[in-house]
């Protein structure tokens, strides 16, 4: 079984500063890893993906995580936060094969504040 | 690309009623997801199609929920004696064939809300 903890549910930053969105998983095999961003009254979009290969992981807008295998961890960042950065994001997990495959197992989300 | 599409993108009814929602995936996705997401929480796995084979489906979807695909392109959510916990937005998703790494595409989802 897989599951995500995404940590804070609402966080804040300034125009300009460091974004840094926490994720960790737990899966029993070799997970696949998502980010998805999801502006109010619309639909999810990918922002990034972990499958294979290298670890650090380049997405849309400027953001990138870092697959640790040994701090179950997949968190996200940018440098500089931008006002249209504001939105939720969810971290998901899918194992790689075998049971549940197909089925992503998302956090709870995390409310992305930008304040001018 | 059109993107998914989904119809209606509200839906308000009356407890007791059956609704149905509509999922248009993006040409050339054999596969076909449908989440479900409450206020304040991430979306949660409903069902799962490869092209007209429901493949899987979650402990979520009770008696009263019914989903179809039946030629391999759109598909129905019929959720029938509607109650006040199925207030959610549902939401439907497609992917290409291939690995469990392939990206799958979200629509912008069916918000219901029964009264």
């Known amino acids: 079984a897989q599951s995500v903890t995404q940590l804070g549910s609402h966080v804040s930053v300034s125009e300009g500063a460091l974004v840094l969105l926490r994720c960790n998983y737990s899966s029993s095999v070799p997970p696949y890893l998502f980010w998805y961003v999801q502006y109010p009254n619309q639909g999810l979009q990918l922002l990034l993906k972990?499958?294979?290969?290298?670890?650090l992981v380049k997405g849309i807008n400027g953001f990138e995580a870092e697959f640790k295998k040994s701090e179950t961890s997949f968190h996200l960042t940018k440098p500089s936060a931008h006002m249209s950065d504001a939105a939720e994001y969810f971290c998901?997990?899918?194992?790689?094969?075998?049971?549940?495959?197909?089925?992503?197992?998302f956090g709870k989300g995390t409310k992305l504040s930008v304040i001018p | 690309d059109t993107g998914v599409s989904q119809d209606p993108r509200h839906k308000i009814t009356k407890r007791g009623q059956n609704v149905t929602f509509r999922c248009d995936p993006i040409s050339e996705h054999n596969r076909l997801y449908w989440y479900r997401q409450t206020l304040g929480q991430g979306p949660e796995f409903l069902t799962y199609?490869?092209?007209?084979?429901?493949?899987?489906k979650s402990r979520l979807l009770s008696d009263r929920f019914s989903a179809e695909r039946p030629k391999g392109s759109f598909s129905t959510l019929e959720i029938q004696r509607t109650e006040q916990g199925d207030s959610a937005m549902y939401l439907c998703?497609?992917?290409?064939?291939?690995?469990?790494?392939?990206?799958?595409?979200f629509g912008e989802g069916s918000w219901l809300t029964v009264v």
């Open positions: 972990y499958t294979t290969g290298a670890t």
């Open positions: 199609f490869q092209n007209e084979a429901q493949l899987e």
């Open positions: 998901a997990v899918t194992p790689y094969s075998g049971a549940g495959s197909y089925q992503l197992t």
């Open positions: 998703a497609s992917s290409l064939p291939g690995g469990s790494g392939n990206t799958i595409y």
